[in-house]
T-cell receptor, first 112, second 112 residues
Framework: DVKVTQSSRYLVKRTGEKVFLECVQD?????MFWYRQDPGLGLRLIYF???????EKGDIPEGYSVSREKKERFSLILESASTNQTSMYLC???????????FGPGTRLLVL | AQSVTQPDIHITVSEGASLELRCNYS??????LFWYVQSPGQGLQLLLK??????LVQGIKGFEAEFKRSQSSFNLRKPSVHWSDAAEYFC??????????FGKGTRLSVIA
């Protein structure tokens, strides 16, 4: 089975802090994605990556950056956390040509 | 632009009753269609997917969905709902090696 893990299930941070959310997949998938999920808004794509050291902006990249130094790991970075970044963050991975995305359990981030 | 519409924000059904969750999409290319389910506090689990071929697809947990190109729809059905089906359901679409576009979700409540 594909396994996508996220470093924390719950995280509480202060406004202005730098926040790292880590995602690791164990199935050698080329594609990785970061979404945020908010009530009534569904899932919105923040960033994605089709290969190591490659990144593409999604629909809502403002306030975020990403890093993909290794194939299995895709990190989401909040350079200076703000209260409007309080949300559920979901990571996913997939294989090119096999369109199914596999999701991690999510990280619920609270920014105070 | 690609979009997915789930017209029902919240649906309540009685246990044992049939269920249909609606999904309409707008997509320029031939779509790949998905239904995911999210239990409270969890990540997303793939229920079923349609890529090509038979327009009626079977998924896990007794769910099925029918692709109707003429109506741009991919509705999810289950003949008899169980209390454990209470969750949020997301319809999603992509085409080729592109990120998923999600609907805003339908929350399903099941009453005795």
């Amino acid at each position: 089975d594909v396994k996508v893990t996220q470093s924390s299930r719950y995280l509480v941070k202060r406004t202005g802090e730098k926040v790292f959310l880590e995602c690791v997949q164990d199935m050698d998938h080329e594609n990785m994605f970061w979404y945020r999920q908010d009530p009534g808004l569904g899932l919105r794509l923040i960033y994605f990556s089709y290969d190591v050291k490659m990144k593409e902006k999604g629909d809502i990249p403002e306030g975020y950056s990403v890093s993909r130094e290794k194939k299995e790991r895709f990190s989401l970075i909040l350079e200076s956390a703000s209260t409007n970044q309080t949300s559920m963050y979901l990571c996913a991975s997939s294989v090119p040509g096999v369109e199914t995305q596999y999701f991690g359990p999510g990280t619920r981030l609270l920014v105070l | 632009a690609q979009s997915v519409t789930q017209p029902d924000i919240h649906i309540t059904v009685s246990e044992g009753a049939s269920l249909e969750l609606r999904c309409n999409y707008s997509y320029g290319a031939t779509p790949y269609l998905f239904w995911y389910v999210q239990s409270p506090g969890q990540g997303l689990q793939l229920l079923l997917k349609y890529f090509s071929g038979d327009t009626l697809v079977q998924g896990i947990k007794g769910f099925e969905a029918e692709f109707k190109r003429s109506q741009s729809s991919f509705n999810l059905r289950k003949p008899s709902v169980h209390w454990s089906d209470a969750a949020e359901y997301f319809c999603a679409v992509n085409s080729g090696n592109t990120p998923l576009v999600f609907g805003k979700g339908t929350r399903l409540s099941v009453i005795a």
